[in-house]
């Protein structure tokens, strides 16, 4: 087989963000747009050849003329084995659970996550490493400098490989195996849950629920184990054929862009449960009959009921969030006597904490929970674990949320996104809070005294390594906050966050708002950045 070296240059702008190089379609259809950033990817790898690559993605357009590509570069570069995804599916969480499994060198996960899919679209792809979690800062700023300086890129000339059929063959030196997407999963969160427990839920207890796959990748996984495995009845999963452009939808679980099944859950014919997840299958959207459950109290009430699921019940040995995700599970650890630890967003930034057994459990605001099952964020592990607990308790979504909070008090939170704003304006907005940072503490909004006014930094407990300017925090004598952060998945100009949190003990005002409980808090955050006023925005784009 026939290694060809193809001589390229540099493009602008392949700095993996968030959670990798996400851009439009058209980005990627630029000739060596793709390989310049795989061979980047390979360049900054040492010691791989023999080894193994898995590789899969959530379906979208792209994905399986991108996986072509990186087969042929894999083989070329002399990786031993490459697993790959029937139909090069792979979910985000399986691909993790696969790397781990079969203690393969790194994966690729092609990838946009929530963001849609199509020819006009967004596509992704990012590189994961031998724990199964995203690489590290170090790692993707090493790419990054490859991919400024890339003169050339090898790529083996061979026919395309058929993706469609279970089974080995021989590429050149290298062993090319599909493998199917979802068995190795599915055996995972069977040693992980109550399998049986929840199986009579559904079969004896006439438990109902609706699963919306959005048409993304975990509409397998989830009709396997929910409907054959765990006999919730046909139909529980709907829209579970994952389609190269999510049937035209935007395959974010939230209130927005999941509001089918929203609607559905707080009609008269709701089910006792709802959930949804993304296009690459690590978000979560968990609902009860005519009740949303916000995903930082979804982390809180997870952690806290550790002792109801086999995988979890001798105990969690610490637990972590991103820093604007809700104090919520702070509160459940600080009851448990065990450490809570505050990342930047991203979850590359739990690898290390759970690589090192200092959190078993960790939880992100932008519906994200995960466990040191994997190393990524797992929705459809995140359903399960509610599935477990509601069988546990015998008791529904919304009483079992209402009694966390009667227990800890409840933080009212809420994120306010204001997307695709020009990317100077945003900038200058960040840049004009950063600089009232010094003068603002001690300084009165309302009620409100500024304790600490900040650009969140982060130092890794476990290697040391520091990461800057992760948001500005604007925390609160009381312990509310409110946080700004510009989004690092987004492919259209910037997208400002803004992250609001206020704590409330007496129960007698849990059943507010949170819209109406945040109202003054939420004037606050416009008066110190300006966000409306400087954007001509009248209101945010989504609010979760
Ligand atoms: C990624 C990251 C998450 C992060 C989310 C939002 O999720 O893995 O850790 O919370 O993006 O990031 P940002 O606020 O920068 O847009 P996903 O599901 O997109 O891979």
Redesign the pocket.
Known sequence: MKIKTVPTKPFDGQRP????LRKKVSVFEQTHYLENFVQSIFDSLDDFQGKTLVIGGDGRYFNRKAIQTIIKMAVASGFGELMIGKGGLLS?PAASCVIRKYQAFGGIIL?????PGGPTEDFGIKYNISNGG?APEKVTEAIYANTQKITSYQIADTPDVDLDSIGEKILGETKITIIDPVSDYAELMAKLFDFDLIRRLFEIGNFKMRYDAMNAVTGPYAKFILEDVLKAPKGTVVNGEPKEDFGGGHPDPNLVHAHKLVEYMFSDDAPDFGAAS?G?G??NMILGRKFYVNPSDSLAVIVANFWNAPGYDRGLTGVAR?M?TSQAVDRVARGMGMSCYETP?????FGNLLDANKATICG?????TGSNHVRE?DGLWAVLYWLNIIAAVNMSVEDIVKAHWKKYGRNFYSRHDYEAVDSQIANEIMDSMRAMAADSVGKFFGDYEVETFDDFKYVDPVDKSESDHQGIRVLFKDGSRIVF??????TQGA?I?VYIEKYEPNVGHHDMDPQEALAELIEIAENISGIKAKTGRMAPDVIT
């Open positions: 963000g968030t959670s990798g985000t990838s946009a996550s929530h963001n995203p993304d690459d690590d978000r991103s604007p967003t991203g979850w590359k930034f992100e605001e932008s519906f994200g964020k952060r510009l989004s690092g998945t987004g997208t966050r």
